[in-house]
């Protein structure tokens, strides 16, 4: 029996370093999306939060990321609960649709991206002068198309050569 708890031990340990992933944590965020919608209030989503944690539910939804959903999601690069994704091993950060970051330099210029729901992201620079600027950046077969704002392809960049390649007003390279 000894022999038995140690060699399920072991091998959990194995799993767990072998891959080296740490995931989406797919299934406990469906438990924390459930934890979160069943009651309102900061005080109801504690009690909740701590009932789930003394059944032990959120523990067991930790643990099945942990082994399995995680491991699946480092080997295969797409996580089976949400579809999501690769997180370790991959340039993809785990973001959300409407994620913006804001960076200011320090002659009052900014820099504003905002991750949208297709995948592509929105670039929007404002000069310290009161300039702004707009492109859309999406991965398309093999490349990086930048549009303007009303969406009309003004670049391209060939992600294994690297070539650049810019688009005339009519749209045509």
Request: hydrophobic share 45%; no cysteine.
């Given at each position: 029996m000894i022999k038995r708890t140690l060699a399920t031990l072991l091998i959990a340990a194995f799993a767990l370093s072998s891959t080296a992933c740490?995931?989406?944590?797919?299934?406990?965020?469906?438990?924390?999306k459930f934890n979160l919608t069943v009651v309102d209030g900061k005080w109801p989503h504690e009690l909740v939060f701590l009932a789930l944690y003394i059944i032990p539910v959120y523990p067991l939804a930790g643990a099945v990321d942990l082994i399995i959903i995680n491991s699946i999601e480092f080997w295969t690069g797409t996580n089976p609960i949400d579809g999501g994704p690769r997180v370790a091993g991959s340039t993809v950060a785990a973001h959300e649709a409407g994620d913006q970051h804001h960076v200011v330099a320090a002659d009052g210029s900014e820099a504003i991206s905002t991750l949208r729901e297709d995948g592509s992201i929105d670039f929007e620079i404002r000069g310290a002068d009161g300039s702004a600027h707009f492109v859309n950046v999406v991965r398309e077969e093999g490349q990086l198309v930048a549009r303007d704002a009303d969406g009309q392809r003004i670049a391209l960049v060939d992600t294994q050569t690297g070539e650049i390649r810019e688009f005339d007003r009519t749209g045509t390279l």
């Open positions: 740490i995931g989406r944590m797919a299934t406990s965020g469906l438990v924390r």
